[in-house]
């Protein structure tokens, strides 16, 4: 029997408290093999989750933090360079991983099921890598690991350009860690899509042209379509920031994921939930703010000459789709 692997999850957080936070919480701490680590300095509500650390920290500390490890030099400007530093948190946070196995980080934008029927012993075992995104990646805590984003290969953006750059170059799942094993035999990657990361743009939720209802229930993720027997389940769903609205308060043992919106009845069913008629008020505003934060994307990558690193992060994401597509085979049907 293959023994047991330990896994700590690094969340910096700083800005507002998520409307749903509370939901990701109660989630993450359903797996309690599994320990998250955030640091900020919001009051989060979370000290009744045995597995969920809270380290009150500013972010001025937390930046010292980094440049005590990575140089004085480096730039981190505003929370969301965080993403650029994610694959240094090995280092960084030594102190608080070091009696761990295996390293990580992940958004609070998502909902968990159950991440040990994926992430297996078995898994953490035969592979030092599990998966490649920026909302959740795992590496073996080992010298080779935790300085991985040191390495430079061809056609990867290098981290000191990154560190020391106040754009946003999304380093997380564009630069050397993600695609080390390509050029590294010794890396290890498990991939599969065991997540589901909803279309930014999209009001709906499709998988193969089919609208998707998704159920959590008391850590179970399960996504339908079509009918109760058209079901699959999922380490997690990732909400890609939208505004969720919800008809319940506090946390609840079962509850749906729809569109924009979480409900909680019990007179409700997978079949009726895919019933449901598209909001044409609410997919107009939807459709509207999506497309004023594209303008403003837009004018902001033009005004800071940051095209170059938006096809740089397209060109990644088709990347890690012609690698690894989605088939019939990675989608079936529990």
């Known amino acids: 029997m293959t023994e047991r692997q330990t896994v700590a999850l690094i969340i910096p957080y700083y800005g507002n408290i998520p409307d749903y936070f509370d ?83 992940c958004d609070i934008d998502l909902i968990f099921g159950n991440i040990g029927h994926f992430i297996t012993s078995e898994v953490l075992s035969k592979y030092n890598k599990i998966l490649t995104q920026g909302h959740f990646c795992l590496m073996k805590n080992d010298d080779k690991m935790n300085n991985l984003f040191m390495e430079k290969y061809k056609n990867v953006r290098d981290y000191q350009s990154v560190f020391h750059t106040r754009d946003s170059c999304h380093f997380d799942e564009g630069g050397t860690i993600a695609f080390a094993d390509e050029y590294d035999t010794s890396i290890k990657l498990f991939f599969d899509w065991i997540y589901f990361d909803v279309d930014y743009n999209s009001y709906q939720i499709f998988r193969a042209e089919k609208e998707l209802c998704f159920v959590w229930n008391n850590g179970k993720l399960l996504g339908y379509s079509d009918n109760e027997d058209d079901v699959q389940e999922y380490m997690y769903i990732h909400l890609q920031k939208r505004k969720m609205f919800r008809n319940f308060e506090g946390v609840r043992d079962r509850y749906y994921i729809l569109r924009d919106e979480f409900i909680a009845d019990e007179n409700l069913d997978v079949c009726s939930c895919l019933s449901f008629p598209v909001d044409s008020r609410k997919k107009k505003s939807f459709q509207k703010s999506i ?37 019939k085979e990675n989608r079936e049907i529990i």
């Open 291 to 327: 497309k004023r934060k594209l303008i403003k994307l837009k004018i902001s990558a033009v005004k800071k000459g940051r095209i170059k690193q938006i096809i740089i992060r397209r060109k990644n994401h088709f990347r890690i789709e012609r690698k690894y597509p989605v088939t």
């Open 23 to 105: 939901l990701w919480a109660e989630s993450a701490g359903k797996n309690l093999n599994f320990d998250f680590f955030l640091f900020s300095d919001l009051d989060f509500q979370v000290s009744q989750y045995k597995n969920i650390h809270l380290i009150n920290l500013s972010f001025p500390k937390l930046c010292s933090k980094f440049k005590q490890v990575l140089g004085n030099d480096i730039i981190l400007n505003q929370p969301y360079k965080l993403c650029d530093y994610k694959p240094t948190y090995g280092l960084v946070f030594s102190e608080y991983i070091k009696d761990y196995d295996f390293w990580g980080f």
